[in-house]
């Protein structure tokens, strides 16, 4: 039976998707589940590593349901996940010792201010490319060696294993057999050295993290082994591409030139520019992070985070009780009759670019007596807005790179008037991809790339559509004023620190 499709796996931070593409680039099957969050404690992330693996293995067997499709007609399987989350797990038993931590968490703040404290910073920016935030998976590793009895000791003897998702499903997939990440996954650990493309020892010994729990690094497109027959129904099926989800919808994107841009509004926000064969140190708070290493070729890129913007829209769903789902948030901004002047700043767990401050929390300015339901939905979704626009506005100071046009992507893109306010507030043209699943279409084009199912980028350009445009049609003035008020309530938000102390 011919090999007519590729399987991708999109572990994303609220749900786990499966795909099965064709040749043409055209989904055959899609799948999706979520999964549970948990808040042990204000400001804490995490996910249960089993609970996604089960969730991953289900949304395979329906896509495979769904479309009749046969195990063996995979041409290959590829992996793209959200990134720095972090598992350890037990190399026997396969059962990891503590939950996932997620990247949204921000339980290991105090170990990430230590290291600013003495001065590790300066060091660890020019190792990694990234700032120390407790966002990167270093300190979370760290976290779970202090916390959970005897896994230092555990971790020295070889007996406990560290993963980001991709790793942890690859693990799982193989049939506990291979402990791979790749670079662009290994870029976002703040352990990896992102210019001798190998662990850092330096910090491996700052943190006293053994080497033995890490994974091998690989490229972004390869064949790094098979899946165990006895999870994928009979087939030993390669898997054969990995990334980390924003730079797999980077390459989803085909943003594959130097200055290329794109920004994914999935729970987060993340505004990617591929920087080509040299790494930009950024002067400005921006993440230097690997965009895909291909055949030993490495591409960097040029990141600012955002960790709160599709998940302020599930905010006003779930807890506020505003809209009954994520699209009615369009219908209401329309309807709105405010003039802008209502700011929330969604730092529902602290501020990511270029900000970085862990200890930030939601805020809302600019009330009267006269805002209503609409005026605060509106000004939630300008907020997804704003923040793109910080990171914009920042990696023009480290580029001097004009943007031509923002690509954008992701579950909130599809919100017009989000994407027209965007256009608006950067004064920048917007492609939104026809397929806005372009996160599982990199991680589709890097495995049937490694197979031959593609045979070059070229077949890929074939594949990548454009859907709708839209241009900039605010004056300068009011841009800038709307801008500025955002620029007072984002200062105010970090002048505010007040934590009332939990109930013991
Ligand atoms: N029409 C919409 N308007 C605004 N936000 C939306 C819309 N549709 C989906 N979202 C938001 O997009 C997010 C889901 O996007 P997705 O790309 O699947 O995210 P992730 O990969 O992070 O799980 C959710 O947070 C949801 O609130
Ligand atoms: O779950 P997403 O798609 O918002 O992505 C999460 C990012 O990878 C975190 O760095």
Redesign the pocket.
């Known amino acids: 039976m011919p090999q007519k499709y590729i399987l991708t796996i ?1 572990e ?3 749900s786990t998707r499966a795909l099965i593409i064709d040749h043409d680039g055209k989904t055959i099957a899609d799948s999706q589940r979520e999964f549970s969050q948990y808040f042990p404690h204000p400001g804490w992330v995490e996910h249960n590593a089993n609970e996604i693996w089960n969730a991953v293995l289900s949304t395979i067997a329906n896509a495979f349901i769904s479309s009749s499709v046969q195990p063996n007609q995979i041409a290959a399987v590829g992996i793209t ?5 972090t598992v350890v797990w037990d190399k026997k038993t396969g059962l990891p010792i503590y939950n996932a931590i997620v ?2 968490s921000r339980q290991t703040n105090e170990i990430a201010q230590k290291l600013n404290k003495n001065g590790y910073a300066d060091m660890i920016h020019d190792k990694t490319g990234l700032v120390i935030d407790p ?1 990167f998976s270093a300190t979370k590793v760290r976290w779970i060696l202090d916390h959970v009895k005897g896994a230092q000791e555990r971790a020295e003897k070889g007996e406990l294993l560290f993963g980001t998702i991709d790793t942890w499903l690859s693990w799982k997939l193989s049939g506990e057999k291979f402990h791979v990440t790749d670079y662009s996954n290994a870029s ?1 650990t703040m352990l990896f050295n992102i210019h001798k493309l190998d662990w850092d020892d330096d910090i491996l010994k700052l943190l006293n993290i053994p080497r033995k729990m890490l994974p091998e690094v690989k490229g972004n497109s390869e064949v790094y082994g098979k899946t165990a027959t006895y999870h994928f129904y009979g087939s030993a099926v390669p898997i054969a591409g990995m990334a ?3 730079q797999s ?1 980077l390459f989803g994107q085909l943003a594959l030139e130097s200055g290329m841009v794109k920004n ?1 509004y ?5 505004i990617v520019m591929n920087t080509g064969k040299k790494p930009i140190m950024s002067a400005n708070n921006l993440l230097t992070t690997i965009a895909y290493g291909i055949n030993g070729e490495v591409n960097y890129a040029l990141e600012g ?1 955002v960790f709160v ?3 302020a829209i599930q905010w006003l769903r779930d807890s506020m009780q505003l809209i009954e789902n994520a699209p009615d948030s369009e219908e209401a901004a329309r309807k709105s009759t405010s003039q802008d002047e209502v700011y929330v700043v969604p730092a529902f767990t602290g501020l990511g670019a270029p900000y970085w401050d862990a200890e930030a929390r939601g805020a809302v300015f600019g009330l009267t007596r006269g805002t209503n339901r609409r005026d605060f939905i509106k000004a939630v979704l300008q907020s997804l807005a704003y923040q793109s626009r910080d990171v914009v506005d920042t990696m023009y100071k480290d580029t001097k790179i004009k943007i031509p046009v923002l690509r954008v992507d ?1 579950g909130a893109s599809n919100n017009n008037y989000l994407m027209q306010f965007q256009s608006d507030l950067l004064n920048i043209p917007i492609e939104r991809a026809a397929n806005v699943e372009t ?1 599982s279409m990199g991680a589709a084009f890097l495995a049937g790339l490694a197979v031959g199912f593609w045979d070059s980028v070229d077949d890929l350009r074939q594949i990548y559509k454009v859907g709708k445009k839209f241009q900039p049609q605010m004056e300068e003035e009011r841009r800038e004023e709307l801008y500025g008020g955002w620029r007072h309530a984002v200062k105010a938000t970090m002048e505010f620190k007040y934590q009332v102390k939990e109930d013991k």
């Open positions: 999109d994303g931070t609220t996940n959200q990134r720095e989350t990247w949204q966002y976002r980390g989800d924003q919808a994914t999935g729970t987060g926000s993340f985070s913007s599709g998940s992701g996160t």
